[in-house]
Structures are given as structure tokens and as C-alpha cells.
């Protein structure tokens, strides 16, 4: 029997192996050619030098096909010196009427037009930088991790300072970027980086890539890159630390409380400091984030939390070190938000300052990674909330090509122990090692892990776990997975809305290519999800089952109906409706319910554009009808007004409440030139009980420095009784030292 196991283990791994490596193909070419005069950026490509450099323009089609030329020609013609990497684009399509839905920086890439690259400096095919521009030189950047596999591997909240202008001639756009060196990092003496050139056209609904990539497969992929040579080796990047003091003035009241309103004058910074050639250090003293975008509300009817994006820039690089271990939607051991987020003796949630912190991040050669973090929050006497210091380590190695093994400790420990809560414990630490499998041919990828957390008092060992293959290729998309999270696992810093079950889920999806007509593919789809809940000695407690038919236009306009068929048993009382005197279903019950749903999302390059799912069935013991969706007006490129909302009518038969949910969240957005822009949103949730305004002027006056005005104002939805009101004034600048 043990010689069966040792021989069934070193099959596993010959298997992982052979997965890893399978599939390695040529990759296209390109040259960047050095120069000593800069060119002058501002859209026009007007220098002699540009006719010097070599063009890349031989793209071709991802939509509507993945096997023809792109219809109209895009060219890319790459230049550096000792400081920049410049860029120069010019894009053809069938007609003035580009699509640039915003100037403001970091605009979604499916709506507007661009051209965009991925940089892959250090050639693993598992990091790499984002940089695109629109027809008016708009900016867009992001992080990728993972090797761009999902979407969960792209960071779009990342900013760092570079330059960019474009503009529209007729039927053809033109611009320029310059990218700093020292806003990247790649091995001292570089001569090659992986590369992708990539472009949406909007007028033509058609993307297009210079070194191909599946239909089946994101853009983002980094198994697909090219390679981007340079004549010389480029030059040593890391000589500028970054000095960024900010000063936020601020006025607010809580109405609720009685309180008077409080003026307050608040300081800190941001310190980044180059450590070697590959490594960052980043300092923070008394941050504050008062300018990062307001939260969207959810109308959660589920009886589980749900998870929100990290907005806030000082968490952003190099973030998948600490957050891409577990599991995103079940297991996630690290989740940057609750730091400086606490509960009061009531249970409410509430803001706890951060005093300071360090995090140092980056590779300690091509292949091993280093991840340190270590932030200490505030003491809350009044609110029962100690000061707590929230760290991390974290380690990850290139294995097999792309795939990695990762291993991370996590401690948050109280330095009070005297105003601890009775349910808080002084410490709570975890630690784990995960193994993300990404193969050559990029047709297998996977994540397998086992965490374990140790509490105050609780000397034994609690136990996360999962087991997750993916199989994708032109026509099959699969997986299956097994999760398991014991009862008293316990990650204070992790997004966890569920422990003690045993997770099985699987996933076939068909895929089917038209030859003619307006459909540019059909989906089949089949999923089916089961929770055995472990103190109840592994009862089923959830089987989920959705059908789901899928039709993708050629215009990129999409269609969805589904099928669920759900079982739910309640180990706990849930009102769904979240009523005040409702009466909960009762811990205990069990119920199955069937409901249908259908999803229409329009295409991306009309002015008006609109989404929008519905939904009708039975809900545990009752019914459902629900409308959810967004629309969407521009007046390009510098106004546009979206509209959300979501609907849920909720019957359930006496003595159990009824209630008909509303969320309505109209934005209205300006973008007055690229570094002006005036944003006001406005949400409704007759659910959270909550009106919101929130109104942000941002003038971006030097690069990536900003002063910021914003205003918020919330209020009851019974009685539209003042909840509070505050107004900040916040300036901060970024200085090269």
C-alpha cells in the first residue's frame, strides 16, 4: 500500500511536470532602438528619429477571429535613451469617430480606443506592467500577476509617473509615450523584456495583438509575449527615492451623535526608496485616504459578506505578493483592507488610523520574490479597539517555467491586552504554502494550497486547504476543485465569509465558432457546487446547479440565460430582506428553489450603451423578481453620465417579511482636460438604509500630484434625517530626491 502511494505521489509530480513545460513556442521579435536625441512628446511623431526605429505592424486579429490580420494596420516604433523608453503608435480604422469615453486616467480598455502594452521585464512570464494610451494620449496602467490568467491577476489601481500625448488626424490617431526607467524595475544589464502590443478598435469591433493570442484566452495572458531587444544594455533605473507629504484640512459632523461639527488638520507621507536594482522600499507615516474613491453599495442578499477593491495606492505594488495566496472568493489568508478597518463594542465597522508602517517588496533574484509588511493601527480605547501591528512575509519562486510556490507568514498581535473584547484574542498568526500551477502551452492552469492559523488560547492547529485544476483551449473550458476550511480557522487579516465546510466544484464550458452571421460564438455551460458543513458531521447544507447559454456578437454585444437550481440548509437564522422586526428563517430549515435568469450587455461603441440582468424564480420559501444593470451616456471625451441600479422584490409568505429592494447610483463624471477631473456620485439603498453624495474635484498639477476637494453628505432613507457631512481639502506632491 505505502509503495502504491509513493508511486501514485511521483506519478502527481512527473504529471505537474510535463504540464509546466509542455507547449514552449517561438515568440515574435522586436528591436527598440537607442537614441541621443529625445524626441518631443506631443502626438505628432514629427522628429526625424522616429523614421530611424522599426515599426511593428503586422497585427493580428483576437476578435472577431484569432486567425486573420488585423483589418486596418496599427504601428508601433519603440526608441530609448538613458532615462526613457519612448513609444510612438499610429492607428488606422474605418473612420474619424473614435471612441474615447473619458480623459481621465486609468479608463476601462473594452470601451474606449487604444493601443496598450505589457511589459514583461524580468521575462517570467508571471509579472508585468501595463501602459496604454487613448486617440487623445489618456493614460492608462496596471499591474499583472499571475501571469494574467484571470481577471483576479489585474491590478488597475496602480499610478505611476510617465507621459503621454496623442491626437486625431481623419481616419488616423497618433501618439507618444514616455516611460521612465526609474518608474520600472528589470535586471541590472537588460538587454531583451517580454512584450505585447495590443489594440481595440471600437469602429470596427475588432481587437487585434502583435504576437497572437487565443480567443479563448485574456489579452493579459503573459504565456503569449513577444520579445522587445535593445541595443545596448539599459541603464541602472534605481537612483530616485520618492518623498510624498501630503496636508488634508477637513471639517465634519456626525448628526447622528449630537456631536458639534470638528475641524481637524491632518499630516503625513509617503517615502519610496529603491533598494538594489529589483527590490522597493515604501514608508508611510500617518497616511491618509481620504481622496480614494467612494465605495459602491451592494444590495448583499446573501447570508455572506462580500469582498470590495483595494483603492488605496500605498497597498497597490507589487500587492499580489501578499494577496494572491488562497483563494480569492472562499480562502483569502491576506486582504489589505482590514488593516485600518475595526469593529466597535457594538459590532459596527469603523475607521482605525493607521500611525505608520513599512513594506518592502520586489525580487531578490530572477526567480525568488520577497514580500515584508508590517503596519501598526491606532489604539480606540473609547470603542474598545487596541493598537494592533498587522505583518506579513512573504515568498515566492518560479518553478516549471511560469507556474510558482509561494509561502507566507501572517501576525496580527495587540499591544493592549487590557481592553480587549471578550471574542478578541491578542494574536492571531497563519501560515501557508501554495503552488500555482501555469503551464508553457497555456491550456492547464491550477492552485493548490494549506494554510493553518493558531490563535491565543487555541493551541492546535486549524486547517485550510484546496485543490484546483483548469483545463482551457479553443473549445473546452474545465475545472474542478475541492476546498476545505476548518471550523476554527481563524485569518483576522484574511477575506474569509465562511469556515468549517468542505467545498466540491466543477465547471464544463462549450464553446462554438459560427462560421457565418452576426454571432461571433455560443457557450454551453455547466456548473455544479456542493458545502458539506463539518460540525454538522459533513451534512449537505448547499448544492448548487447552473445551466448556462451564452451568445457573443460580433459587435461585442453579449447574451446570457441561466438556470439555477439551489438547496439550501440554514445552520443559522437569515432574513434576507435585513428587516428591522422581520422574522428570520430558522436556523435549521432546509429549502429548494429554482429561478431563470437573462443577461443583455450592449455593444461598447455607441454613445449609449447599457447592461442589464433580470431575474424571476422561487427564493427559499417564497418568490423573487429582480432587475439589476447600468446605463451609460457620453459626450466624448469629456462627460459621462452612468445610471445603476438594482431591484429586488422580495415575497416571502407570513409571518416571514416581504420588502421590494431598491439601489439607484447615478454618476456624473467630467473630465475637463487630462488633469482636471470633477466626479459626483450619488447612491440610494433603501437595504443598507443609506443616501449618499460624493463629490471629488481632482486637479492632477504636476505628475501624480494632486489637490483634491471632497465633499460627502449621507442621510436615513425613512425619514432623510442628516446622518453626517464632511468637506477635505487635500494636497499632496510628489518629489524626486
Known amino acids: 500500500m505505502q509503495t502504491s502511494i509513493k508511486i501514485y505521489r511521483l506519478y502527481l509530480l512527473m504529471t505537474l511536470v510535463i504540464v509546466s513545460v509542455y507547449g514552449v513556442c517561438a515568440q515574435k521579435q522586436a528591436l527598440a ?14 522628429e526625424a528619429i522616429w523614421s530611424m526605429a522599426d515599426s511593428l505592424d503586422h497585427f493580428t486579429q483576437n476578435f472577431p477571429t484569432d486567425t486573420l490580420p488585423a483589418q486596418y494596420p496599427t504601428q508601433v516604433k519603440f526608441l530609448y535613451d538613458d532615462q526613457f523608453l519612448y513609444i510612438g503608435i499610429v492607428a488606422k480604422s474605418n473612420g474619424n469617430n473614435f471612441v474615447s469615453t473619458s480623459l481621465r486616467r486609468d479608463f476601462r480598455g473594452s470601451t474606449t480606443d487604444n493601443v496598450s502594452f505589457f511589459f514583461d521585464t524580468f521575462q517570467d512570464g508571471v509579472n508585468a506592467y501595463q501602459f496604454g494610451v487613448n486617440p ?17 491577476s489585474f491590478n488597475p489601481n496602480w499610478d505611476v509617473k510617465w507621459f503621454s500625448e496623442g491626437h486625431i488626424e481623419g481616419d488616423v490617431y497618433v501618439a507618444e509615450l514616455a516611460i521612465p526607467f526609474y ?27 502583435w504576437s497572437r493570442v487565443d480567443q479563448n484566452q485574456l489579452l ?3 504565456g503569449y509575449l513577444g520579445v522587445l531587444h535593445f541595443e545596448k544594455p539599459l541603464p541602472k533605473n534605481n537612483s530616485t527615492n520618492y518623498f510624498i507629504p501630503y496636508l488634508n484640512t477637513s ?65 497597490l505594488d507589487n500587492s499580489d505578493l501578499f494577496s494572491s495566496f488562497g483563494n480569492p472568493r472562499d480562502a483569502s489568508p491576506f486582504f489589505s483592507r482590514r488593516i485600518g478597518i475595526a469593529r466597535d463594542l457594538d459590532g459596527n465597522t469603523i475607521q482605525n488610523d493607521i500611525i505608520g508602517g513599512f513594506r518592502l517588496s520586489g525580487k531578490l533574484n530572477s526567480s525568488l520574490r520577497l514580500g515584508v509588511l508590517s503596519l501598526q493601527t491606532a489604539e480606540d480605547a473609547t470603542n474598545g479597539i487596541p493598537s494592533n501591528n498587522n505583518s506579513m512575509l512573504a515568498l515566492q519562486q518560479r518553478v516549471f517555467g511560469r507556474s510558482q510556490v509561494g509561502l507566507f507568514i501572517i501576525n496580527r498581535q495587540s499591544s493592549r491586552n487590557e481592553i480587549l473584547d471578550e471574542d478578541q484574542t491578542e494574536y492571531n498568526r497563519v501560515l501557508g504554502l501554495d503552488y500555482a500551477l501555469a503551464s508553457a502551452n497555456n491550456k492547464w492552469t491550477g492552485k493548490f494550497f494549506a494554510h493553518t492559523s493558531m490563535s491565543e488560547g487555541d493551541n492546535t492547529n486549524k486547517w485550510s486547504g484546496q485543490a484546483l485544476i483548469r483545463y482551457n483551449d479553443r473549445f473546452w473550458n474545465v475545472f474542478s476543485m475541492a476546498l ?48 458539506f458543513t463539518q460540525d454538522l458531521d459533513y451534512k449537505q447544507t448547499d448544492h448548487t446547479i447552473k445551466f448556462e447559454y451564452i451568445v457573443n456578437y460580433k459587435n461585442q454585444s453579449r447574451l446570457e440565460a441561466n438556470y439555477f437550481s439551489r438547496y439550501v440548509y440554514l445552520f443559522d437564522d437569515f432574513d434576507p430582506t435585513r428587516s428591522d422586526d422581520g422574522l428570520a428563517l430558522p436556523m435549521g430549515s432546509d429549502y429548494r428553489y429554482n429561478s431563470w435568469g437573462l443577461e443583455y450587455n450592449s455593444t461598447l461603441s455607441g454613445l449609449f450603451t447599457w447592461g442589464a440582468t433580470a431575474t424571476l424564480g422561487e427564493f427559499f420559501n417564497g418568490t423573487i423578481r429582480g432587475l439589476k444593470g447600468r446605463l451609460n451616456y457620453r459626450d466624448q471625451p469629456t462627460f459621462n453620465l452612468s445610471f445603476d441600479f438594482d431591484y429586488n422584490e422580495i415575497r416571502l409568505p407570513d409571518p416571514y417579511p416581504s420588502a421590494n429592494l431598491f439601489l439607484i447610483g447615478p454618476k456624473l463624471e467630467w473630465t475637463f482636460t487630462k488633469n482636471l477631473f470633477w466626479s459626483n456620485f450619488i447612491q440610494y439603498s433603501n437595504f443598507s438604509d443609506n443616501f449618499g453624495i460624493n463629490s471629488r474635484l481632482q486637479w492632477r498639477f504636476a505628475p501624480m500630484s494632486d489637490l483634491f476637494l471632497v465633499y460627502n453628505d449621507g442621510y436615513d ?5 442628516k446622518r453626517y457631512r464632511s468637506i477635505n481639502l487635500k494636497l499632496n506632491y510628489w518629489f524626486n530626491i
Open 717 to 721: 432613507t425613512v425619514n432623510f434625517y
Open 251 to 315: 471639517r465634519a459632523q456626525n448628526f447622528e451623535s449630537d456631536e458639534e461639527a470638528k475641524s481637524q488638520i491632518k499630516a503625513g507621507f509617503d517615502v519610496k526608496i529603491p533598494i538594489g536594482t529589483q527590490m522597493n522600499l515604501d514608508l508611510t507615516l500617518n497616511p491618509d485616504f481620504s481622496n480614494v474613491e467612494v465605495d459602491d453599495l451592494i444590495n448583499n442578499i446573501s447570508r455572506f459578506e462580500v469582498s470590495l477593491p483595494e483603492k488605496r495606492q500605498f497597498f
Open 136 to 152: 487623445y494620449g489618456a493614460q492608462r496602467e496596471s499591474l499583472v500577476s499571475d501571469g494574467g490568467i484571470d481577471r483576479n
Open 183 to 209: 518608474s520600472l524595475k528589470y535586471p541590472d544589464g537588460c538587454t531583451q523584456w517580454n512584450l505585447q502590443a495590443y489594440r481595440f478598435d471600437l469602429q470596427t469591433n475588432e481587437r487585434s495583438t
Open 484 to 531: 476545505f476550511i476548518d471550523d476554527a480557522f481563524q485569518s483576522d487579516l484574511g477575506f474569509i465569509p465562511r469556515t468549517g465546510f468542505v467545498k466540491k466544484a466543477d465547471k464544463i464550458t462549450r464553446t462554438f465558432y459560427p462560421k457565418t452571421g452576426a454571432v461571433n460564438t455560443y457557450q454551453l455551460g455547466c456548473y455544479n457546487e456542493f458545502y
Open 220 to 222: 493579459s495572458n503573459l
Open 33 to 46: 532602438k537607442f537614441t541621443d536625441q529625445a524626441p518631443i512628446i506631443d502626438g505628432y511623431m514629427k
